[in-house]
């Protein structure tokens, strides 16, 4: 052993400081890497997420097969596959059973998209993957079975591995800075070393897997390549075996370490049980994080000290010790020119137009004024960050062995957030929301139950709350638009109004509820759920910053009067489905969950219960 009592209690110390220090970042940072099934499965239970995405699309073609098979074995007296399959999940869905009962839930959807290998159930998803296909004579369920699991496979290496670096990325920045920004979340891209760090985090989880087999030998594999994700996210362009090769000669002397370590964390497990996960949330999954941070600086400066092999490729200095000024002056001298200009304001709007323009974010159409906005907007935005990185106060970009790699160009680098959306490209973001969040859910039942079924109360090809949600976001918090940790919880709070609103008017208006959160964690009335919450706050990020200036780019393309024509007939359309769907609302199987003057408790329930997201 290199670290004694004393020292541990250091990094715990030092670990504990960092949280306060950057608490809602690495807060929100843990919950998505719960969401999406990276990480801290404790969490994820806690929203009642169970089920891998391979076993929810498959669970509507099971019901078709086991249905066939039934017949054919009354026929022909002979077994099935089906009750081999049944045999080999029937452990796992009473494990199942027995969580929902201590979490105190019943429903959640976010694994039934997401989370393949968090939840445990790999094994078992992989082995009905090939009973399916061996026992289906349907060529369309082994395609749609093949290809889930190939998307299934690659979310798992090209999202929750990856996004597994980028959080300990975050913690070894919040060490020494005080600010670390949220753009980091797309470090790795920025990095242009997406496939390179999925590779080596999917060849860290092979060698795992294999000393698995010797049971002995695993706990020495496990620790030995512990620190691989925290070589990737200092040095995102080593190569996946060089990162396993580093890692296990870093570790050497340090294993019993890292081990001993786990054990004095085992009270915060048994509080995690107590709090039913809440302690995790709140502080024990970045705390865990920032302990390893502090083990990972250790072993590093070891490695360093005494030249150790491949220690070498440990090179990003200005992780672990500041710049100079006047290192930091010379690589950010435009940034003093740039917010020495005054801010640029739009000319000629007055009344109505100014206060649309300045507190809503929204304009009658866009002008060559308006693109100079955005542009000033933009930059100052951008200059602003990187002040905090002149200051001191945030990791030195500039000064990264990527930076010269990655610099800021493509697209998505010329994306303006601080711009104002004319009304033309409102009315057609309406449309390419609801209509987004129409397919999406018509997909998903489809997946689900095995037949088209017409998401919605309205009858046309669109979803209403995803496009009002999405333009109600762009409109309301405009003035949070410069602070994305604001903006997080205000879309929250404003979607979750929305929603809740909703639900309570369809219920009136028609005698019908087309969503039910009973069971989830943290519902009130059934009608919002924290889970669904989460949700929204974080896609209300990616709306914001990145999907919204995207299609206003694509639609401002468009010349205004070949668009106008397009949008007043999809409006027509809309209004017309409004005023038939108040008359004739669209009910029936998969779509509602039960009607007014009946006994709630007795009637049909023709919509599962996981339902993504309220559908209006």
Not at 37 to 56: I, K, Q, W, Y
Not at 67 to 95: F, H
Not at 448 to 454: D, P, T
Not at 571 to 599: C, M, Q, R, W
């Amino acid at each position: 052993m290199l670290i004694d009592a004393k020292t541990r209690r250091g990094f715990k110390k030092t670990a504990k400081v960092n949280v306060g220090r950057h608490y809602f970042i690495f807060i929100l940072m843990c919950l998505f890497a719960a969401l999406i099934g990276a990480e801290f499965s404790t969490s994820d239970n806690l929203f009642g997420v169970r089920t891998d995405p391979v076993s929810a699309i498959f669970n509507g073609y099971e019901e078709a097969v086991i249905e066939q098979e039934e017949q054919a074995a009354t026929l022909t007296g002979s077994s099935t596959v089906t009750e081999v399959l049944q045999d080999l999940t029937q452990t796992i869905q009473l494990e199942d059973e027995k969580k929902s009962e201590i979490f105190a839930r019943s429903a959640g959807t976010i694994n039934q998209i997401l989370d393949i290998f968090a939840s445990g159930t790999a094994a078992s998803t992989i082995s009905s993957a090939v009973l399916n296909i061996v026992g289906s004579e349907s060529v369309a369920d082994r395609i749609m079975i093949i290809l889930a699991s190939a998307v299934a496979i690659a979310f798992w290496m090209f999202v929750q591995l990856v996004f597994m670096v980028v959080m300990r990325r975050m913690t070894l920045e919040g060490r020494l800075y005080k600010t670390v920004p949220i753009s980091r979340f797309i470090f790795v891209s920025r990095s242009k070393s997406w496939l390179r760090v999925a590779l080596a985090m999917a060849l860290q989880t092979v060698f795992e897997v294999i000393a698995l087999a010797t049971i002995i030998g695993f706990p020495i594999v496990y620790y030995g390549l512990f620190m691989v994700p925290f070589v990737i996210a200092e040095n995102p362009k080593i190569k996946p075996w060089q990162a396993i090769k580093l890692s296990w000669n870093m570790s050497k002397g340090y294993k019993m370490d890292l081990f001993i370590n786990d054990l004095t964390m085992f009270g915060w497990r048994i509080l995690s049980v107590i709090t039913v996960g809440l302690t995790d949330i709140f502080f024990c999954n970045p705390y865990k994080l920032c302990v390893y941070s502090e083990f990972y600086a250790s072993m590093r400066k070891h490695a360093i000290d005494n030249n150790v092999s491949g220690s070498e490729l440990l090179n990003d200095r200005y992780l672990f010790e500041r710049a100079d000024f006047a290192r930091l002056k010379g690589a950010y001298s435009e940034a003093v020119n740039v917010l020495a200009t005054p801010e640029y304001e739009l000319q000629g709007l007055t009344g109505a137009k100014k206060f649309f323009a300045e507190h809503l974010g929204v304009v009658l159409w866009n002008t060559e004024d308006e693109m100079k906005y955005e542009e000033n907007q933009a930059s100052r935005q951008r200059y602003i960050t990187i002040k905090d990185e002149l200051d001191g106060i945030s990791y030195p970009t500039k000064l990264s062995p990527w930076y010269g790699i990655s610099g800021k160009s493509g697209r998505f680098a010329s994306l303006h957030y601080m711009r104002h959306y004319s009304v033309l490209s409102l009315v057609m973001m309406f449309f390419i929301y609801s209509g987004f969040g129409w397919v999406w859910e018509v997909f998903y039942y489809y997946m689900l139950q095995g037949h088209y079924i017409n998401r919605g109360v309205l009858h046309g090809p669109w979803l209403p709350i995803y496009g009002a949600g999405g333009l109600a976001i762009l409109i309301f918090l405009f003035p949070l638009r410069k602070s994305p940790s604001k903006h997080f919880f205000a879309t929250m709070g404003l979607c979750g109004a929305l929603e809740y609103g909703t639900s309570v008017y369809l219920e009136y208006a028609f005698g019908a509820q087309w969503w039910n959160y009973d069971g989830f964690f943290l519902n009130l009335n059934g009608r919002i759920c924290a889970e669904g919450l989460l949700i929204f706050g974080v896609a209300g990020l990616a709306f914001i910053y990145l999907l919204s200036p995207l299609i206003d780019d694509a639609v401002r393309k468009i010349k205004p009067m070949k668009l106008l024509p397009v949008a007043v007939v999809l409006v027509a359309a809309f209004s017309v489905d409004l005023v038939y769907s108040k008359i004739n609302p669209n009910k029936g199987d998969g779509i509602t969950d039960g009607f007014a003057g009946e006994n709630h408790a007795a009637v049909e329930t023709v919509q599962t219960e996981e339902t993504p997201t309220g559908s209006v």
